[in-house]
């Protein structure tokens, strides 16, 4: 009878168990589900009471450590995965997504001595060396560091990456020596490739020990005269010698030598660039390097950029830079930072036919930039050619609006107060009007279209006393103006307020000389007629 008892309760605590596990099975897969369908706070729930289920379950803790994390709670991600590590010590996974967290917390003692622990638990796993030598590179732990490339190197041979990390380590250790060495190793290894005995001579030379760098460069110099490394060093040598000529002879050879990319070129010219504008050097030397590297067909502008940006600081005259902003152009048409630039010295030189060679082009590609419409536009006004002049500074206006140019204001006034302008001449005053009123919209005291839009309304006798407020206004801002005084003088008369009209008509007379009189027809008919009228007056 006993041995039937024991043998019912043996069979009832496996149906037990089996029931325990099969409802494990059916909640960890239920949790699984919810997982991939997102419903994170679901899936933690579920994954938790597996861990109730079965507190030794460590893919459990592995599942809900990685939810936690998906909703930012590392603090217990880290606890779930620490408690998976101590079940399971031998469970390499779990170490290195504790390892991970760990990191993502900033808790980077934890991560190291968790990463040192696995290193000796897992000598075959090469990539916990290489997240070892990261840690210890995090901390600046560079003997530590060249004990693990030491391993590595046990591991998996020498190798040339190997031997170079080691040699910026102890560079970065200061330890000369043994960088020499490794260095030296290298060599050794790798006789063909004479970068490393070109590094032997710039550790020569940085110790200060300059026979024997250069002893070591010429050494290099009668097997391959034009490694770009042995350039490099020499120009630096002869640089540091004080020995200009052959530091350009040697600067040259480099920047001219066809296995030095476009990209290195550029940089290395940076660098004689700056170098040359802090030393306040000659700047002659400069710029003949620059014409003979531009002697060879360019695809790209930048070396251009460069040459121009070093001539404007050095202050170079006009005429010796416009030539490589033209050379720009050629390369790249739509190179605006050449464009515009020589669009300022023609502004300057007041040389309208340069400026309309170089804004057409502009405008015929469409550029988005609104100043080459303003200026093309200028041009065809003061040539009379009105209609071509509408039509670019509408289309300029529709860039200003469409952009966000720096000068958004003062083009939109500049241009709607030419077209304001052009349509008087051409008598089509509704626009002209539309146009100043636009102007005014964006500079309500921009003195020369307040000044000039009266003029309009008087001359064709229209709100007369809008165009006495706008004219008194452009006065108040430029009260010396002869131009605007004669204005004001004659929407006075208009107005019939003949004493005052005298009076400022007068005060426009003191202030213009006897040849702008000579040149203003409008100005002698003014005064003529304002002076007949207060005289009968």
Known sequence: MRKVISILILFFSCLT??????KFDYIFHEAQRQKLAQNYAAAIDLFSYCCELNPESGVALYELADLYRYVECDSLAIQALEKASRLYPDNYWYKNRLVVLYLNDRRNEDALKQVEEMAQQFPEKGEVLMMLLDLYGRNSDYENMVKVLDKIELKEGKSEQLSMEKFRIFLQM?????????????AEEYPNDLR?????????????KKEEALSQFQMVEQKDSNNVALLLSLSNYYEMEGNDSLYQQYLTRLMLNPAVDDATRIRMMGVVVRENLLQ???????LNLFDKILQEPQEQTDLLELKVRYMVTRDMP?????PSLYQMLDIDPENEVARQQLLAYAVMEDDTSTVMSICKPAVEYKTSN?????????VYFQRE???KAVEVLQAGLERVRDGEHEQKV???VNMYAMLGDIYHDLEEDEKAFQAYDSCLVYKQNDAMVLNNYAYYLSLKKKDLQRAEEMSRKSNEIEPDNATYLDTYAWVLYQLKRYDEAKQYMDRAVELMTKEELDESPDVRLHIKKIDKKAKKK
């Open 17 to 22: 168990v089996w029931a325990q596990s099969t």
């Open 174 to 186: 200061e330890d000369e020596e043994r960088a020499f060495e490794e260095m030296k190793a290298l």
């Open 196 to 208: 490393y005995q070109v590094v032997i001579g710039d550790l020569y030379l940085d110790a200060g």
């Open 280 to 286: 306040n050097g000659d700047s002659t030397m400069v």
């Open 318 to 322: 006009r005429t010796s830079i416009k």
């Open 370 to 378: 609104p100043v080459f419409y303003y200026y093309l536009g200028v």
């Open 385 to 387: 050619e009105r209609e």
């Open 410 to 412: 003062d083009l939109s």
